[in-house]
Each structure stands twice: as C-alpha cells, then as structure tokens.
C-alpha cells in the first residue's frame, strides 16, 4: 500500500484535492487536523498541537505518522484503527 501525505497551508486545496484523489483512486482519507487533535488529546506531553510550531510539532508527529498510517486498509475501505469517537465511512475516517 502506498500512502500519499499532502501538506499546504490553510485552505490552500489540501482537502479538495484529497477528496478528488478519494473519488478517483479509492484512497482512504485521513484530516492531518483530526489527527493531529486526537494526538494532542490523547498525548499532551508530546506537544502536538493544532495552534503549532512547525518543526516542532512536524518532529513530534512523525513518528506516530508512520505507525497509525500502517493501522488502515484500503482494500476494503474500512480502518483498522479501533477509535470510539470515530468511524470509517466510504474510506473516511469520520470524528
């Protein structure tokens, strides 16, 4: 499975651009924003935070990245990712 990342900043198309690889290639979605919000919940020590320091939070991040993207499957379109405030829905994962 290959993963594509897309970063920019806000409202630069990120999302629309997700959404029309989504409908055209079948990828599973996943909002760098709700992750990065369930991290900073869930790990608050980390210092990964929405309101961020680029390099910081990019240094904090990353090692998590690789290991929750290994969690989901797009052969079926459902996550494999066990999160009680969220949902896999036509290969979104829904908060």
């Known amino acids: 499975m ?3 990342i897309i970063v920019g900043p806000s ?5 629309t651009l997700a959404k029309r ?3 055209e290639l079948g990828f599973f979605v996943l909002s760098t924003d ?4 369930i991290f900073e ?3 608050p020590n980390l210092d990964i935070r ?12 990353a090692p998590f990245l690789g290991h929750f993207l290994g969690m989901f499957s797009v052969d079926d379109g459902k996550g494999l990712l066990d999160y009680s405030h ?6 979104h994962f829904v908060l």
């Open 86 to 91: 969220g949902t896999v829905k036509e290969n």
């Open 34 to 37: 709700k992750l990065v919000a």
């Open 21 to 23: 690889i989504n409908e």
């Open 2 to 4: 290959k993963n594509i």
């Open 11 to 15: 409202r630069s198309g990120k999302s």
């Open 50 to 61: 929405l309101n961020w320091d680029r390099d910081k939070t990019t240094e904090n991040l």
């Open 41 to 43: 919940n869930a790990y």
